[in-house]
């Protein structure tokens, strides 16, 4: 048990005599009066502490605008114990130092109930360079012998700002009795608390550490607004410090242009040590190529056909890539052959990313042929002898004979393969030609004229 019992009594009585005094020498005044008033008003008890066993965290609660304690403004971790009492009491004493059970010592201690106290991680003798460390690194656990064991600083804090008659509310509680979370526990191996205020400190004299925390290879054009964002800054404790009021930036980065970049961060705590650290940031383009110019195409029959024309790779970074980096595989397209081609495009970037892409070909016939030489013609001959049928093959045979047909812009070499010739005639001398030119994807040209027969074998 805690050997405080006679401190105690000692201070109650030092506490009366003290009271007696002051009433005695106090003048009798309107200013006397007005302190007085002015005393009633303040707030003497601004804060309301609930100790949760079952997650080993102290949460301090402010006043809402109705007086309720409802506002979670702090959150301490600690290590109550089993024999921590459940209930709700008031503070009734504090102790700067003060002697625990088994001849070790808390720092800044205030009593919640009988022995149970708040108060620093034990030391082994009065002095703050004799700290516990198994004990703190057992903050966040249950390991108490009953007290609510704090870090110095959040000890010093209630010792401060909590009034003797503070209540205290002790639960067995959950997570969700924790507003704001439990901060995190942080480890040591020397025998001094790092958030203890004592100048001696040795921890104070850490300068403030940064840190990166985001990758700072930036891919080319992304857009970078906040340098500060990619490091974070702690103190001694491992706590985040405010990057916008201790930290502050040389340096910038232009993601449109490969390279690297020195960013110099610099930060200056309290006591006003300065540390800098230098990060390089480089500007890179990882993502494949850009190829264009392969999409689908439909090309004529018989039309020139140039696979590169109008192809081009370049880097992202806008590097234009040697068109005979671009490689070319599948069925050689032939323009004169009715059909679909499929051609893989490759080409590999400066930073050995490949981009493939498929174009499909399409040779197509979508033109009529052009026929040419066939007009309205009289033939002369001895015809009164000859039978309709030789009539017609005459007229068949000549129109073959000037018949040009030109498909594709190329000249067919053997048109009456595609040809087809009728010759209607009601009187047996004049005829209407009928020329049916009709390519192999069906596309045709019809032509017609007059032939016109005259009989010359009776002149």
Known sequence: MHSYLAEVGKKWISFFVAIVLLFSFLPV?????????????????????????????????????????????????????????????????????????????????????????????????????????????????????GC??????????????????????????????????????????????????????????????????????????????????????????????????????????NTKKLGTYEVTYTTKDKVGKVKTKVVKFKVVDTKKPLLSGVENITIERNSPFDPYEGVSAKMRSGKVLKQKKIKISGAKVNSSVIGVYRLTYQVTGTNKKTVKKVRKVTVADTQAPLVESISDTVLEGAYASLTEEQKIEQIKADVSGKLKVIDNGAVVTDPAKMTSITAVSNDGSNYIVTVTVRDIAKNQTVITCNYTLKDTSTS
């Open 29 to 145: 005044g309107n200013s006397a009066i007005a302190r007085a008033k002015e005393t009633q008003q303040k707030d003497k008890y601004p804060y309301f502490l609930q100790v949760n066993k079952g997650t080993n965290v102290v949460t301090v609660y402010g006043k809402d605008s109705k007086g309720k304690y409802t506002v979670a403004v702090k959150a301490f971790v600690c290590s109550t114990g089993n024999d921590t009492p459940l209930g709700t009491y008031k503070t009734p004493n504090r102790y700067r130092w003060q002697p625990l059970m088994d001849d070790v010592w808390g720092q800044y201690c205030t009593q919640i109930v009988g022995n149970i106290l708040f108060h620093s991680v034990y030391y082994m003798t009065q002095n703050p360079a004799d700290l516990n460390v198994h004990a703190y690194n057992q903050l966040g656990t249950t390991a108490s012998h």
């Open 148 to 253: 609510v064991r704090l870090t110095c600083g959040d000890a010093k804090w209630i010792y401060d700002n909590c009034a003797l008659g503070t209540t205290v509310k002790i639960i067995n509680g959950t997570a969700k009795n924790d507003p704001l979370g439990k901060p995190k526990a942080m480890k040591i191996s020397t025998k001094w608390d790092p958030t203890d205020p004592a100048p001696q400190n040795p921890w104070h004299n850490r300068e403030l550490k940064i840190s990166v925390t985001k990758s700072t290879s930036l891919e080319y054009g992304t857009k970078v607004k906040n340098l500060k964002s990619y490091v974070t800054v702690t103190d001694v404790c491992g706590a985040t410090v405010n990057k916008s009021k201790y930290l502050t930036v040389e340096g910038k980065v």
